[in-house]
Structures are given as structure tokens and as C-alpha cells.
């Protein structure tokens, strides 16, 4: 499912206009958006948790050529699944 199938089925199951569903999936991207820039998790108890995690610099060999890089760090976002969608997907 894409972005626009999304929000059509948003807009039929909450009874409202696609316009209106698409405001309501582009705020929550937003909202999730900002708060993971500002290095705090987004958790939806049950159904998926969003962590933000620094990963400090490393250094890495190049296939094939066996150069060193330094890699830089960075922040990375970690996603984990919760037991109620983990249970609905594997069907129990």
C-alpha cells in the first residue's frame, strides 16, 4: 500500500474526504518528523515504536580495493515492532 491508497482507505474508513485524510496523514508525518529530528522516540504502545540512534564514527574497508574510509557518524532510526501488530501479522 502507497501513500495515496493510504489515505483513500483513511478517508473511507474515518467516513471523511480524502482532503481531509491527507491533512490528517501529512500532520502525523510531520509530528513523527519532527520529533524524531529532535532525537526523542515516537512510541504507539502495542503497534511500533520510532528510536532515533547516534552511531559514532568508524572506520571501514573497502571491498576490493581494501582502502580505509572513515565513516562519520551519524543518526539512524530504529524501528521496533509491538506485540500486537507482531501477533496480527503472523496471524495468531
Known sequence: MNK???IEALATRTNTSKKAAKENVE???EV???T???KQEVALTGFLTLKPIA???TTARVPGTNKIVDVPAKTV????I???LKTLVAGN
Open 55 to 57: 552511531k559514532a564514527a
Open 4 to 6: 495515496s491508497e493510504f
Open 32 to 34: 513523527i518528523s519532527e
Open 77 to 80: 532510526v530504529k524501528a521496533v
Open 82 to 84: 509491538g506485540k500486537n
Open 27 to 29: 500532520a502525523l508525518i
Open 36 to 38: 524524531l529530528a529532535s
